[in-house]
């Protein structure tokens, strides 16, 4: 009888382990899925802790969440956690992690981006290049920081002169001065009808334009001069969606370029200018620093939630 009794209980303790870790690793998944609000990231943080699930995948998971949301200033206010459990790190915790070198490579990483924050180019290039010795396989979240290092020093020697004229899509010649208005800033959106994510983005474009409709930053929408046939399908989307945006649509000149001068490389892209004509964020629509300079420009502006979606 006392053998049955003592079976009875360790079935019961092995089966209260297993929803144990059924739980943590719910609350786990749960936590490395969300992409939503940061109040809700907060709430899965809290269910996450009680769930069990230990502070190193928790640091993972905050850390991943502000990646995809493409928040430097979150990542870099992170960096003192990141030092913090530098040697406490243990591989058997990790969420994410399959060596140490890669862990170590994003604590490099986390620094460089502090260093970007502070527009600190020594530092930035220390420790981007540790991470990439540290781990080669993760260059591709690498990259574009350095990118945009390098573009952020082209763009300090920019001046944009608001005497230039532009094609309306519509026809007819239209200066800078003119589509900036009495504003304080100019905001160049610069896309193609032949990118799908331009496509699959343009109704937060939109939401975005009615957000600074009235504000103190004017916006132009802004296609490639050639070839004529993307010009032409543009003009049919300005067609449609005109009424809509609250911007001017034009026509970028084939000399002197305005894709060439802020160096754009791909679309969509979203560039800010001063009406003294230097460049205050060159950068894609997501970017963390987009919604902040236009805030520093006009702190009145509110910024819009993402349009729903379709499910498909």
């Known amino acids: 009888m006392r053998l049955i009794r003592l079976g009875v209980l360790f079935l019961a303790a092995t089966l209260h382990a297993a929803a144990d870790d059924a739980a943590r690793e719910e609350a786990l998944d749960n936590l490395l899925s969300e992409r939503d609000s940061p109040e809700a990231l907060a709430k899965l943080v809290e269910e996450a802790k009680e769930a069990g699930v230990s502070e190193q995948s928790i640091l ?21 956690e990141f030092l913090a459990r530098g040697s406490k790190f243990q591989l058997d915790e990790s969420a994410i992690f399959a060596v140490e070198e890669d862990w170590l490579a994003v604590v490099e990483y986390v620094q460089s981006i502090d260093c970007l924050q502070k527009d600190d180019r020594d530092g930035f290039k220390k420790h981007i290049t540790e991470a990439f ?16 290092m390098r573009l952020n020093e082209r763009m300090r020697d920019v001046r944009v ?55 103190s ?30 911007c001017a649509w034009v ?42 300079k236009l805030l520093e420009v006009d702190p009145s502006l509110q910024r819009p939630d993402a349009p729903a979606r379709g499910k498909e």
């Open 251 to 292: 026509v970028d000149r084939k000399e002197a370029s305005f894709n060439a001068l802020f160096r754009v490389q791909s679309y969509p892209r979203m560039v800010l200018v001063s009406r003294e004509g230097s460049v205050l964020f060159n950068g894609e629509p997501g970017d963390s620093g987009f919604w902040q």
């Open 133 to 148: 010795w540290l781990s080669p396989r993760q260059a591709a979240a690498f990259t574009p920081h350095i990118e945009r």
């Open 161 to 215: 002169d608001f005497n230039g004229r532009l094609v309306r899509l519509g026809g007819g010649e239209v200066p800078l001065s003119t589509l900036a208005g009495e504003g304080k800033a100019l905001l160049f959106h610069f896309w193609s009808p032949w990118s799908q994510e331009c496509v699959d983005l343009m109704p937060d474009f939109i939401a975005m334009t009615d957000a600074l409709r009235g504000s």
């Open 60 to 80: 993972e998971a905050r850390f991943l969440y502000h990646v995809d949301r493409r928040d430097d200033a979150a990542i870099a206010a992170m960096l003192p």
């Open 217 to 246: 930053v004017a916006v132009v929408s802004i296609v490639p001069e050639s070839p004529a046939k993307m010009v032409e399908e543009a003009a049919r989307m300005h067609t449609k969606l005109a009424d809509e945006a609250a």
